[in-house]
C-alpha cells in the first residue's frame, strides 16, 4: 500500500508564491509518473502538472509559466513551486501516482484578491 502526503498549502494574496510537496511511502516512487491535480470548489478535478519517471514535464495551459512541478526520487517527493498565484488558483491539490492510481488527501490553496 502506498501513501501520499501533501503539504504547503495555505493562504496567500493573488501574486504570491506557494510551493506543495507530497511524499510518498514505498519503494515505488522513483519508477511511477506523478502529478499534481486540483479541485475548486464546486468543478471537477482537473491535471495542473504531470512530471514523468525520466523528469519530462507537461503543464496545462492555465499554468504554464507560472508553475513548475520537480520531483527528488532520493526523498520520494514531488514538488509544486506556484508562481504569480491568482484567485482562479484556488481549490484543493491533490498529489497523484500513476503507478497504481493513488490519491493523496489534499491540500488547500486559497487565492485572495
Known amino acids: 500500500q502506498v501513501q501520499l502526503v501533501e503539504s504547503g498549502g495555505g493562504l496567500v494574496q493573488a501574486g504570491g508564491s506557494l510551493r506543495l510537496s507530497c511524499v510518498a511511502s514505498g519503494s515505488i516512487f522513483s519508477i511511477s509518473d506523478m502529478a499534481w491535480f486540483r479541485q475548486p470548489p464546486g468543478k471537477q478535478r482537473d491535471l495542473v502538472a504531470r512530471?514523468?519517471?525520466?523528469?519530462?514535464?507537461n503543464y496545462a495551459d492555465s499554468v504554464k509559466g507560472r508553475f513548475t512541478i520537480s520531483r527528488d526520487n532520493a526523498q520520494n517527493t514531488v514538488y509544486l513551486q506556484m508562481n504569480n498565484l491568482k484567485p482562479e488558483d484556488t481549490a484543493i491539490y491533490y498529489c497523484?501516482?500513476?503507478?497504481?492510481?493513488?490519491w493523496g488527501q489534499g491540500t488547500q490553496v486559497t487565492v485572495s484578491s
Open positions: 512530471i514523468t519517471l525520466t523528469g519530462s514535464t
Open positions: 497523484r501516482m500513476s503507478w497504481g492510481g493513488y
